[in-house]
């Protein structure tokens, strides 16, 4: 049984920083590519950044310069360090394993295993 766990969200002010982690289980984690989501109030679902399992990256235009997604083999973890937080980066985030990433295209499609999400609240 796959599971993801999130944990690191919580209430923030403008230009504070954040660590999220999700930690994996149930599945080989370093063979499969990972990512964030988030989804505002009343807004669709949107991959804020990806990781392959060899380390390439993608970011959302959004967050470029301010995000940072990594990932621990060793403990089969996954982070996105967020930074310079702005009030619309304001969501819950949720963790996706197993997606299928692209270098050629610079994308990443969702796999079938989602955290349980962490909300992320930025204000003054």
């Known amino acids: 049984q796959v599971q993801l766990v999130e944990s690191g969200g919580g209430l923030v002010q403008p230009g504070g920083s954040l660590r999220l982690s999700c930690a994996a289980s149930g599945i080989i984690f370093r063979a499969y590519a990972m990512g964030w989501y988030r989804q505002a109030p009343g807004k669709q679902r949107e991959l804020v950044a990806a990781i392959s399992s060899g380390g390439n990256t993608k970011y959302a235009d959004s967050v470029k310069d301010r995000f940072t997604i990594s990932r621990d083999n060793a403990k089969d973890t996954v982070y996105l360090q967020m930074n310079s937080l702005k009030p619309e980066d304001t969501a819950v985030y949720y963790c996706?394993?197993?997606?299928?990433?692209?270098?050629?295209?610079?994308?990443?499609?969702?796999?079938?295993?989602w955290g349980q999400g962490t909300q992320v609240t930025v204000s003054s």
């Open positions: 996706n394993a197993a997606g299928k990433y692209s270098s050629f295209r610079y994308s990443y499609e969702p796999g079938p295993y």
